[in-house]
């Protein structure tokens, strides 16, 4: 054998390697194109469903969301009627009530007031307290003597 047919020969074999590589990874690639189209097609049948089902759930949220908006529209309206009423009520009663409720305190306070107090108790609340110390009334009130 020459060295020509040597090299002949190591050529076919390194071309038989690569051509049987090249087959192998064509085979792989094969089956992965094939997986991938089932996998395509099972989620194409999946979605469609799922897809029919979101939509008619958006549909179903839209609707309620209607309703909620009616019925916050009618809460807001409710809101205003209860404050103007309120403020009609406080405005017709109110003054009124505070006044007689006062004049209730003040002749209660008053009627307690002479039945508990004694003279003595009496003249002490005529006096002024002045920076700690205790000094009568100015002369010439009802106490004067003479």
Do not use: C, H
Not at 85 to 110: I, M, Q, W
């Amino acid at each position: 054998m020459t060295g020509g047919e040597v090299a002949g020969i190591l050529v076919a074999v390194f071309w038989a390697i690569l051509v049987s590589f090249l087959a192998v990874v064509l085979v792989r690639l094969a089956q992965t194109l094939r997986a991938t189209t089932r996998l395509v097609a099972d989620v194409t049948e999946q979605a469609v469903p799922l897809l029919a089902d979101a939509s008619a759930t958006v549909r179903s949220a839209q609707t309620q969301l209607d309703r909620v908006d009616a019925i916050a529209s009618d809460v807001q309206e409710v809101t205003s009627n209860a404050s103007a009423l309120s403020t009609t009520v406080a405005s017709t009663f109110g003054g009124p009530l505070v006044k007689v409720a006062a004049f209730g305190y003040g002749v209660r306070r008053a009627l307690s007031r002479d039945k508990t107090e004694r003279p003595a108790e009496r003249q002490r609340s005529r006096r002024t307290v002045i920076v700690g110390r205790t000094v009568p009334k100015a002369r010439g009130g009802r106490n004067r003597k003479g």
